[in-house]
Antibody, heavy 122, light 108 residues
Framework: QVQVVQSGAEVKKPGASVKVSCKASGYAFTGYYMHWVRQAPGQGLEWMGWINPNSGDTNYAQKFQGRVTMTRDTSISTAYMELSRLRSDDTAMYYC???????????????WGKGTTVTVSS | SSELTQDPAVSVALGQTVRITCQGDSLRSYYASWYQQKPGQAPVLVIYGKNNRPSGIPDRFSGSNSGNTASLTVSGAQAEDEGDYYCSSRDSSGNHLVFGGGTELTVL
């Protein structure tokens, strides 16, 4: 079945980096964008950006520019999100989610991972 | 503050109809998508595009658009429809995506 499976929970110290993976299966990995969304405890959803697995093109939210890097490895159908210079307020659940062509008038995310908890604490 | 505005909480009696709204300038040009999230779970897409439901989403969920407002309607709300609902669309520049602040739906 169509799914994306994320890597396990991470605990990091302030100032460190974290890299979360998202392995796709059941569909053509390069045929869909991969978005990253995070949710701080008790808060709403926050879009971080996307990667086009076909071209490697990326589009990051202004808030994360300079701190986030999204990459992919098409040989293993896996997308990655690396966040650097971590702060305590980066503690959140991080989701990857599949989305259709960005050029569409309708942008949505139809397949979500279960999330990866990232805790930033000294 | 988000470019998409949602009421923080809405309640509905069991079996009745409820509308959850999402306001933002970008909605004049782009469709919203809607997500349901239950505690401890990942969001689930319930409506996208003009008024499309993914496979497995009950037909009591529907979407509509008017001007700068997108709406999600739940007709005949069930207890299992309780949860948080988020709208999403492009931002006013069209270059990025944004989420509304979310609406907590309670079924009484």
């Amino acid at each position: 079945q169509v799914q994306v499976v994320q890597s396990g929970a991470e605990v990091k110290k302030p100032g460190a980096s974290v890299k979360v993976s998202c392995k796709a299966s059941g569909y053509a990995f390069t045929g869909y964008y991969m978005h990253w969304v995070r949710q701080a405890p008790g808060q709403g959803l926050e879009w971080m950006g996307w990667i086009n697995p076909n071209s490697g093109d990326t589009n990051y939210a202004q808030k994360f520019q300079g701190r986030v890097t999204m990459t992919r490895d098409t040989s293993i159908s896996t997308a990655y999100m690396e966040l650097s210079r971590l702060r305590s307020d980066d503690t959140a659940m991080y989701y990857c989610a599949r989305g259709p062509d960005w050029l569409s008038r309708s942008v949505y995310m139809d397949v979500w991972g279960k999330g990866t908890t990232v805790t930033v604490s000294s | 503050s988000s470019e998409l505005t949602q009421d923080p909480a809405v309640s509905v009696a069991l079996g009745q109809t409820v509308r959850i709204t999402c306001q933002g300038d970008s909605l004049r040009s782009y469709y919203a998508s809607w997500y349901q999230q239950k505690p401890g779970q990942a969001p689930v897409l319930v409506i996208y595009g003009k008024n499309n439901r993914p496979s497995g989403i009950p037909d009591r969920f529907s979407g509509s658009n008017s001007g700068n407002t997108a709406s999600l309607t739940v007709s005949g709300a069930q207890a299992e429809d309780e949860g948080d609902y988020y709208c999403s669309s492009r931002d006013s520049s069209g270059n990025h995506l944004v989420f509304g602040g979310g609406t907590e739906l309670t079924v009484l």
